[in-house]
Nanobody, 124 residues
Framework: QVQLVESGGGSVQSGGSLRLSCVIS????????MAWFRQGPGKEREGVAV???????RYAGFVEGRFIISQDSSKNTVYLQMNSLKPEDTDMYYC??????????????????WGQGTQVTVSS
């Protein structure tokens, strides 16, 4: 049974930093694409960043160098280091994974398995 469990969300002031973590379990393949998405009330879920177990990564344009995605295969964990946070980064953040490790997809419909989300709130 595939499980993804996020943690690390919280409330910070504008310009602050947070590090999100997502522990992934249950996949038979050791090679994955692992992504972070975010979604606010009434908004579509949008891709933030994706990385694979070969450490290839790509980012959404709005990240603008502020976020860094990384992964630790030994811990089955993917991270999202978020720096220079802005109020518009306030959202629920979700992680997702897919065994098509070569694709590095950032579209919501590419993923079947999701975590429960962790809330990030940035105040001005």
């Amino acid at each position: 049974q595939v499980q993804l469990v996020e943690s690390g969300g919280g409330s910070v002031q504008s310009g602050g930093s947070l590090r999100l973590s997502c522990v992934i379990s249950g996949y038979t393949s050791s090679r994955l694409s692992m992504a972070w998405f975010r979604q606010g009330p009434g908004k579509e879920r949008e891709g933030v960043a994706v990385i694979n177990t070969h450490n290839s990564a790509r980012y959404a344009g709005f990240v603008e160098g502020r976020f860094i995605i990384s992964q630790d295969s030994s811990k089955n964990t993917v991270y999202l280091q978020m720096n220079s946070l802005k109020p518009e980064d306030t959202d629920m953040y979700y992680c997702a994974a897919d065994p098509r490790w070569w694709l590095l997809p950032l579209g919501e419909t590419e993923y079947k398995n999701w975590g429960q989300g962790t809330q990030v709130t940035v105040s001005s």
